[in-house]
């Protein structure tokens, strides 16, 4: 699926195809709406695509919910079980 223009002057601006293997590998699958909606998803996303790419100065910065989604990272650090037993008993709490 992608997005094509057909402009007044006679150019053609064509989106980027969004295939099944792009969906699986960056993950998009994972949202139930692929399965229950999935040609609608496709334009979607063909259509987020075909924007940012092609005429940015139309979505005046805003970005999809899904291109939002996909740009969100738990970036909390994760505490090895050495350094919680170590913090446990600094504060007093530990067995050791």
């Not at 601006?13 to 969906?23: A, F, S």
């Not at 996303?45 to 291109?67: I, K, N, W």
């Not at 994760?78 to 050791?96: H, K, M, P, V």
């Amino acid at each position: 699926m992608h997005c094509l223009e057909n402009a007044k002057d006679g150019t053609n601006l064509e989106g980027i195809k969004i295939t099944p293997r792009m969906v699986k590998a960056e993950g998009w699958d994972k949202n139930p709406k692929w399965r229950n909606m999935e040609q609608q998803m496709f334009r979607y996303r063909a259509a987020a695509f075909f924007g940012c790419v092609s005429c940015p100065q139309l979505l005046m910065g805003y970005h999809t919910a899904d291109e939002i989604e996909d740009a969100v990272k738990d970036v909390t650090p994760r505490a090895s079980q050495g350094a919680t037993d170590e913090l446990a008993d600094a504060i007093g709490g530990g067995n050791g």
